[in-house]
């Protein structure tokens, strides 16, 4: 039975560490960041089998962050799970820095795949969960990705192999949060029906509230009992969530915090 007192905990407290990180260098992907906290929260101090104190254990979990550029909000889950001192983050995005603005697995402890051209993590994802099934490794894969990103033709490529590979072990999330650099996502090229779309490629496929930790914690062990099938759990989420001011909209994507921005922002997650 999970603890979901804690794991509503862990998403705030992964929430707050973000916004603050974006706030300290001034600019960041916040939105799509922010529309992750409450899955990140369920797979590092729920789900995911890892040992921080050996990031590199040859049978843990891995996570690939597809959608790299929201690489902040992945920084603050791992520092809180003890990858690292959650004062590196301070250095996000700067010069030399071991916390670069999207994911680098040469870079940052506990990151498994370097990302950010987008389509391509999920690529990786794919790769991995064969590989395991090759060696007969009982690991899981969880990998991200965007709604926005799904505009990729390699995500469908990918999509394809892992049915007809009948990876089980690959558990991805959708993060359908509506919107994308330049406009929502309807209005750019719009999925339509997600769910259906998955299903059809062979997929099993969930669709859940993605800010509902019970949801989520149920959606992975449902997706545990799948064998043979990858499956996709499609998590209707809110860009931005949390910062009332920009929750839900196109400009949440990127944007400036200022210190007064930020201190408007902590104060809605009071």
Same mark, same amino acid.
């Given at each position: 039975?999970? %603890?979901?007192?804690?794991?509503?905990?862990?998403?705030?407290?992964?929430?707050?560490?973000?916004?603050?990180?974006?706030?300290?260098? =001034? +600019?960041?992907?916040?939105?799509? $960041?922010?529309?992750?906290?409450?899955?990140?929260? !369920?797979?590092?101090?729920?789900?995911?089998?890892?040992?921080?104190?050996?990031?590199?254990?040859?049978?843990?979990?891995?996570?690939?962050?597809?959608?790299?550029?929201?690489?902040?909000?992945?920084?603050?889950?791992?520092?809180?799970? /003890?990858?690292?001192?959650?004062? &590196?983050? +301070?250095?996000?995005?700067?010069?030399?820095?071991?916390?670069? #603005?999207? $994911?680098?697995?040469?870079?940052?402890? =506990?990151?498994?795949?370097?990302?950010?051209?987008?389509?391509?993590?999920? #690529?990786?994802? !794919?790769?991995?969960?064969?590989?395991?099934?090759? %060696?007969?490794?009982?690991?899981? !894969?969880?990998?991200?990705?965007?709604?926005?990103? #799904?505009?990729?033709?390699?995500?469908?490529?990918?999509?394809?192999? &892992?049915?007809?590979?009948?990876? /089980?072990?690959? @558990?991805?999330?959708?993060?359908?949060?509506?919107?994308?650099?330049? &406009?929502?996502?309807?209005?750019?090229?719009?999925?339509?029906?997600?769910?259906?779309?998955?299903?059809?490629?062979?997929?099993? !496929?969930?669709?859940? %509230?993605?800010?509902?930790?019970?949801?989520?914690?149920?959606?992975?062990?449902?997706?545990?009992? $799948? @064998?043979? +099938?990858?499956?996709?759990?499609? $998590?209707? @989420?809110?860009?931005?969530?949390?910062? +009332?001011?920009?929750?839900?909209?196109?400009? #949440?994507?990127?944007?400036?915090?200022?210190?007064?921005?930020?201190?408007?922002?902590?104060?809605?997650?009071?």
């Amino acid at each position: 039975m999970a %603890d979901y007192g804690m794991l509503r905990r862990k998403a705030h407290e992964i929430r707050t560490l973000t916004l603050e990180t974006i706030g300290h260098v =001034g +600019k960041g992907h916040l939105g799509g $960041c922010m529309s992750l906290c409450e899955v990140m929260s !369920v797979l590092y101090f729920s789900q995911m089998n890892v040992r921080p104190e050996n990031p590199q254990w040859k049978h843990r979990d891995r996570f690939i962050l597809s959608k790299g550029h929201a690489g902040p909000v992945v920084y603050s889950a791992l520092a809180l799970r /003890g990858y690292f001192d959650r004062e &590196a983050l +301070k250095s996000l995005n700067e010069l030399g820095t071991n916390i670069p #603005s999207h $994911c680098d697995a040469t870079r940052t402890t =506990g990151v498994d795949v370097t990302t950010g051209s987008l389509g391509q993590g999920f #690529s990786v994802a !794919v790769g991995i969960a064969l590989a395991a099934k090759l %060696d007969r490794e009982a690991l899981y !894969v969880y990998p991200i990705i965007g709604d926005g990103e #799904s505009q990729e033709g390699q995500i469908w490529e990918a999509g394809m192999f &892992a049915a007809q590979q009948k990876l /089980g072990s690959l @558990t991805c999330f959708l993060d359908l949060n509506g919107q994308q650099i330049d &406009a929502p996502v309807d209005e750019v090229n719009s999925m339509r029906d997600p769910a259906a779309k998955w299903s059809a490629f062979g997929w099993n !496929v969930q669709e859940i %509230d993605g800010h509902d930790m019970q949801a989520i914690f149920d959606a992975v062990e449902k997706a545990k009992t $799948c @064998t043979d +099938k990858p499956n996709m759990i499609v $998590c209707r @989420t809110v860009k931005g969530k949390g910062w +009332k001011k920009v929750e839900g909209t196109t400009k #949440s994507h990127s944007l400036s915090v200022t210190a007064e921005d930020l201190e408007d922002a902590l104060r809605d997650l009071q």
